[in-house]
């Protein structure tokens, strides 16, 4: 059983930055892969950032590229993502979640087995 829970979530300005922590109650977190997801009203859920065990390999959604970045720290069991130059659209609820799957299915939601319970990000125009 893995307890997942984000911070650093609110409301902030277009252009803005935001930095979210996803802290992970597990005892070893070295091995998992993680992700953070959102899910915008009427939408899929769609992964935004990813990250392997060793932070070795990331994947990020074309439309956060360049804006966003994933980083871990598997000593304190955390995940961080840094969202700089928010926009608008960027706002819906993110999630983290752990993945033991292959990282050639990082982006299926159907690969994550526990999630937490979201952050809301709110970015004003």
């Known amino acids: 059983q893995v307890q997942l829970e984000e911070s650093g979530g609110g409301l902030v300005q277009a252009g803005g930055s935001l930095r979210l922590s996803c802290a992970a109650a597990?005892?070893?977190?070295?091995?998992?892969?993680m992700g953070w997801f959102r899910q915008a009203p009427g939408k899929e859920r769609e992964l935004v950032a990813a990250?392997?065990?060793?932070?070795?390999?990331?994947d990020y959604t074309e439309s956060v590229n360049g804006r966003f970045t994933i980083s871990r720290d598997n000593a304190k069991n955390t995940v961080h993502l840094q969202m700089n130059s928010l926009k608008p659209e960027d706002t819906t609820v993110y999630y983290c979640?752990?993945?033991?799957?292959?990282?050639?299915?990082?982006?299926?939601?159907?690969?994550?087995?526990?999630w937490g319970q979201g952050t809301q990000v709110t970015v004003s125009s």
């Open positions: 990250i392997t065990w060793s932070g070795g390999n990331t």
């Open positions: 597990v005892r070893t977190f070295s091995g998992y892969s």
């Open positions: 979640a752990v993945s033991s799957s292959s990282w050639s299915n990082i982006r299926k939601t159907s690969a994550y087995a526990y």
